[in-house]
């Protein structure tokens, strides 16, 4: 062998390494997945598909809830409500066979309202603990063999939740804290709220192996009325170097370091003329140095520049979109190999968007005949989109892409609710409708 070619050999092998890892199965932790983001780097997923065609397995729940799955190996965690308990109950199920491998009530009651149960949060896990969350205001922690290992409300440690209607932000684990965001309104409403002292928004850090407080960071906001309120979850950016956990809510958008609450940042606002009925549904989604940001019910989308200091300028964002069709009034977006990708849940719009510029690269109508509140998920190459009666369509990513490669339907007539998202995990995708989780792969 010539000595020259002993180097390239050498750079070959080093690249063959370093790339393998996007090769293998890639676990889902939490709500929008590894990168927080809604993607995945594994391949190997089907693109045609149909409840009589590729499904591995299909398992009834116990009841009905819209909390995404989260994946480890073998292990697949959800939560349902059951109806016969009437609690929130945790799930374990065997990714292999479909199999409940164990249920675990640990949250009391169902629901609070007609519109969504308490089992809308969706777990996160190490690959050892899964943490559960519900409405009600119940966190629990257990080990991977169903042993509760702790358990606390949140509502009888910091006074009822003052939501319009039911709570629902997923707990998010990041560099060995767990984090869990309160962003309500400051008097009570409808009944709801604690009157035995003030109503704060807050972001709690947690120690995830015994579930007790780090420490609590009080985030003012000078929104009103169901404009305090948010659902969104906060979300863990790195950024030049520079780890910080992002929350939207409350008209603002705002940086925090991980380790003590600090607000390293702040940006608003999306609602100047103060419109009271603003709840912000979607979590901010970071990709090539741009924060996007969503504001509700058909208002414009926000880049923001990340890395910011202090009281950032409202002028100071990157682009603002224009039109009704760069909008998200409840899917968190997707960033997946490049681009934002906005699911335009009201109008029904797929858009594929430079994060840098702003710019609609292209944009697709969505066939569907119900709207699409599960937020998008991209892997290999693809993009799942799951509507509110089950329907699933799955596109092409990509600058290039745009194109329509299936649609099925995996609800039934009476499903109207369906907001959990599509988790692709080990060449298998999990779509859970009403009270069913299928397991989809590639045939042979």
Partial sequence: MPKSSLPLLLATAVAGLLFTPALRAENWPNWRGPHFNGSSTETGFPTVFSPTEGVAWKTELPGEGASTPVVWGDAVFLTSVDEEADAVVGLRISAKSGEIVWSVPFGKGVRGNERSTFAGASPVTDGKTVWFFSGSGDLAAYDFDGKQLWHRNIEADFGDFAFQWTFSSSPQLYD???????????????????????????????????????????????????????????????????????????????????????????????????????????????????????????????????????????????????????????????????????????????????????ELVWSQAIDAKTKLEASPTGVDGKLYLLSHLGEVFVYRAGPDGGELLNATSFGSAQSVNIRASIVPADKTLYIRTDNVLYAVREEG
């Fill in 176 to 358: 060995g804290r767990l984090y869990l965001q309160i962003l309500q309104r400051d008097v009570p409403v409808n009944g709801r709220g604690r009157t035995d002292g003030p109503i704060d928004s807050f972001l709690l850090a947690m120690n995830p192996a015994t579930g007790e407080t780090e420490w609590t960071r009080n985030r003012p906001n000078e929104a009103v009325q169901e404009s305090k309120e948010a659902f969104s979850t906060p979300i863990p950016v790195v950024h030049e170097g520079r780890a910080e956990i992002v929350i939207s809510g409350g008209d603002c958008l705002t940086g925090h370091d991980p380790a003590t609450g600090e607000e390293l940042w702040r940006w608003g606002t999306y609602n100047p003329t103060k419109i009271g009925h603003w709840r912000l549904v979607p979590s901010p989604v970071y990709g090539r140095g741009t924060i996007l940001l969503c504001a509700p019910k058909g208002a414009p989308l926000y880049g923001i520049p990340a890395g910011g200091e202090g009281n950032l300028a409202e002028d100071s964002s990157r682009w603002v979109s224009e039109g009704k069709i760069m909008t998200s009034d409840v899917p968190t977006p997707l960033f997946y190999d490049g681009y934002f990708y906005v699911l335009n849940d009201r109008n029904k719009f797929i858009s594929c968007i430079d994060p840098v510029s702003g």
